[in-house]
């Protein structure tokens, strides 16, 4: 039995060699197999993050039965964690970090503080986004949130930053913006305390705006792009056997 044939296919000719042949097509489906892998473990781990959110969130603990020591060092284990928290939004002293986005438009993101109902002590709620464009002498519709409230979020620790000039800040004029939180001016601002997090809210909760935050997810990028990789080299590889073993070349060529 010969191992070597000719496949015509009008002009292009295929010289086959079944060992070679079989060597190319081992070789370009361990690539393929391993890019597949790489999308699976993608998904697997989508999967996996999105049963812990939903986890967590179910499971949501009361803000106060953290201890404070942890709260107030801003421990990193903290990060993302959901809690629940419950009391009344100081509306009158709410923050607006400027320069936030939400689909290409421009805008705010409002930051209410509000007094848990078990300690009276202050915690700054994330409550979403808000356009910056107002009418002429007119102020950000902030949408004030009265009464006792429940509410979920998530605890999210901000990076320390340089701290911001409080002398530039008017306290007599809420609601105050800033580049981004600056606990140590916000408690001068304030004149007394907050917890040194920032809890952004759920979902459908009592006060919420448009989140405008992406939701917490773990990192794939490395996983399709090792996945894009094994299949561009499966891709190459059929490419180069297909040149080597055909006059598809010739034929590339002389159509020019």
């Known amino acids: 039995m010969s191992l070597r044939f000719e496949l015509n296919l009008g002009q292009l000719r295929i010289r086959i060699n079944l060992l070679v042949a079989l060597c190319a097509l ?3 489906a361990g690539l393929a197999r391993l890019g597949i892998w790489q999308l699976s473990r993608a998904a697997d781990k989508l999967a996996d993050q ?15 039965a953290i201890p404070d020591a942890q709260l107030q060092a801003a421990d990193d284990s903290l990060q993302h964690r959901h809690v629940q928290i419950t009391g009344t939004y100081e509306n009158d002293h709410s923050l607006l970090l400027i320069a936030q986005f ?3 438009q421009l805008g705010y993101s409002v930051v209410t503080p509000l007094r848990l109902q078990s300690n009276g002590k202050l915690v700054l709620v994330n409550r979403g ?38 002398e530039q800040l008017d306290s007599s004029n809420w609601p105050i913006r800033m580049r981004y939180l600056d606990f140590r001016t916000i408690n001068e601002q304030l004149k007394e ?33 090792y996945a894009l990789q094994w299949f561009a080299l499966a891709l190459l590889v059929s490419l180069v056997s297909l040149l080597a073993s055909s006059n598809l070349w010739s034929l590339l060529r002389e159509s020019r």
Do not use: F, M
């Not at 305390?193 to 448009?210: C, F, S």
């Not at 992406?214 to 996983?223: D, G, T």
């Open 129 to 166: 986004w808000i356009t910056a464009l107002v009418q002429p002498g007119g102020k950000p519709g902030i949408q004030p949130y009265n009464g006792p409230v429940t509410v979920t979020g998530q605890i999210h620790l901000t990076q320390p930053r340089p701290q911001a000039y409080a």
């Open 102 to 104: 939400y689909d290409g």
């Open 193 to 225: 305390p907050v917890y040194p997090v920032e809890v952004r809210l759920a979902e459908d909760q009592a006060g919420g705006l448009i989140r405008h935050w992406p939701a917490v997810h773990i990192n794939i990028n490395q996983n399709l792009s």
């Open 26 to 28: 081992v070789t370009v």
């Open 50 to 64: 999105e049963a812990v959110q939903l986890e967590y969130q179910v499971k949501a603990v009361r803000l106060e």
